[in-house]
């Protein structure tokens, strides 16, 4: 009977594990959509892509994942910190901006969380902004609402070395959190 029931424990542990590396492949998608999303608007009107970085990325993700369990308030706490960890990896580092999104609506994703940026004077800007990096988190809490973080950063071009203006960092307060169609029931 106990090699039944380790059993049984194995295979509800392997199930579970492989529906979170499920969500994980599907946030991640969600992330690679919408950073293609941003860039199609940038090369339609004549900004330079957005590279991503991996680190960036990971950065965000972390603040998508915190506000996903509760460990921070949904908004840009932390943000001069991630800038700050950012600033200590990326030589010529100049500016930061950063983006932040939840939504329970799980209709087309991307396209809905770029469009509600692109609608929105602030998040406009940084999307808009002389970023050259970019790297954007996507994590779901445990109720089905996806938190987003996308943080743009700028590096210093080499000509301006010499100048001792301060970088910019931009933080933007508008935030963005779509109406819960569960609020009703």
Same mark, same amino acid.
């Given at each position: !009977? +106990?090699? %039944? ?13 492989? @529906?979170? =590396? $499920? ?14 999303l941003i860039n199609q608007y ?47 990896? !990326? +030589?010529? %580092? ?13 209709? @087309?994703? =991307? $396209? ?37 973080t996308q943080i743009f950063v ?32």
């Amino acid at each position: !009977m +106990p090699r %039944f029931l380790l059993s049984v424990f194995f295979w509800v542990l392997a199930f579970f594990s492989s @529906a979170q =590396a $499920q969500q994980s492949a599907d946030t991640k998608e969600v992330e690679r959509e919408t950073f293609s999303l941003i860039n199609q608007y940038r090369k339609a009107n004549d900004l330079p892509l957005l590279a991503w970085d991996g680190e960036i990325a990971r950065v965000a993700r972390i603040h998508s994942k915190e506000m996903a369990t509760g460990d921070v308030n949904f908004g840009h706490d932390g943000f001069r910190e991630r800038v700050s960890h950012l600033r200590s990896l !990326m +030589p010529g %580092f100049w500016g930061a901006g950063e983006n932040v999104l939840k939504t329970s609506n799980p209709e @087309a994703l =991307a $396209q809905n969380a770029v469009t509600l940026w692109l609608h929105s004077p602030h998040h406009l800007e940084n999307i808009r902004g002389d970023y050259i990096y970019s790297g954007l988190g996507v994590w779901r809490d445990k109720d089905g609402v996806i938190y987003f973080t996308q943080i743009f950063v700028k590096i210093k071009p080499q000509a301006q070395e010499t100048e001792t203006a301060a970088p910019s960092v931009n933080t933007p307060f508008g935030m963005l959190a779509t109406p819960d169609p569960r609020a009703g029931r």
